[in-house]
């Protein structure tokens, strides 16, 4: 707790440091009185509100339950969002200032030396190019205010024709929607997370496949929720299994551990979700069928590594098509693809898109790919298929930038 307080102190004291040097900075672009006054006004304003948005922030934090506080997610999203912006401007106007730092001083030394300015006054270029910082730096304030705004709830259709080869002719054209990381602790508007719901029955769904963090801390979160996740509906059932965030809020105490458990489960069975612990079912259609294996959470550290494959293949056998649910996309590559048991198609959520980055044809990019091999999206090594969804909700940061929430349709098909 300590640790998170002292990097609030940091995050507050350069904050401090960055809104001084941007109002001064904007505040020269301004050449009469009465607009100065008028810019001083508004901007102090504005400042004071980020500033009661960080005492919220702190609030929240020093009881330990910022990830469960949807409103102080809000704050916390205002705040950081005037920090990047007024970040990236100083940035850009410290590079102005450092080389007029050093143009300066360059002349002065030749004036020394010569007892003549060599380069002439330093170039008057300061206010457009601080028009230039504003209005770069307010291309990610304006996208980040957007992704809070409107972005969070922006729920996208991502389609996929899979062909396999070994697919029971029965289940071709048969249909899968995965959904992943509702983090219900973060929603704050009822209303739009229906019109999300609304979008995955709209597809027509075969199989509903829900993979992971349905919390962000704590199975109560969820609570407001149960009755708009249990009207999704799909013709052969819906199936989930748990994400690193599910665990967090379970007690240390077996006892108490024990009836937490109990409770988060018969939540899934309120919403109409089967849920999966490291086992398997059996689709069935025509006559022929296919296996449905759900893990618990295997993640590369820190996260939680209790998922056990070998458990879920009990009883499967060698010549049976499979599709797992396993939250972490790092488990496909330390534990499903060296598994002898081929698996023809994992899904995956957990790592958001970052909830930020650019997901174009062809140009797709987000800091989150420096921590992860497999980010986003569809993957294929050795015949084998991973798809790694970007979330239906939102953690920490209450927005998304780029990477819409998403609902996916895998359609499968024999090759």
Known sequence: MNSRLNF???????YLMLDIYTFFGLRSLFAEKQAKLVFSGVYIATSIFAFFSFYKVFQVVSKGSIFTD??????????FTMFVGKLIFVALMLLQD????????????HAAVTDRMRFGSIPSRRKFLTFAAAGIAAVPFLGMLYGITKGKYRYTVNKVKLNFPDLP?????FKII???????????????VAEGVAMVNQQQADLVLFTGDLV????DEINPYIDIFGKIEAREGKYAVLGNHDYYGAPDDRSESAAYWKDFHNKYDQMGFRLMNNENARIERNGEQICLLGVENWGAPPFPQIGDLDRALRNVQDDEFCVLMSHDPTHWEHRVLPNKKKIHLTLSGH?????????LPGMKWSPVQYRYKRWMGLYEEAKQYLYINRGFGFLAFPGRVGMWPEITVIELGVA
Do not use: P
Not at 8 to 14: I, K, Q, S
Not at 169 to 173: I, L, N, R, S, V
């Open 70 to 79: 949807s409103s102080a997610n809000i704050y916390l999203g205002l705040f």
């Open 8 to 14: 609030l102190y940091v995050l507050l004291t350069m």
């Open 351 to 359: 790592t958001h898109g970052m909830q930020f980055g650019i997901n």
């Open 169 to 173: 002719k029965a289940f071709e054209g």
């Open 216 to 219: 962000n801390a704590d199975k």
């Open 178 to 192: 995965q959904i992943s990381d509702i983090h219900s602790g973060s929603f704050d508007n009822a209303d739009k």
């Open 98 to 109: 450092v080389g007029r730092l050093f143009w300066g001083i360059g002349d002065s030394i």
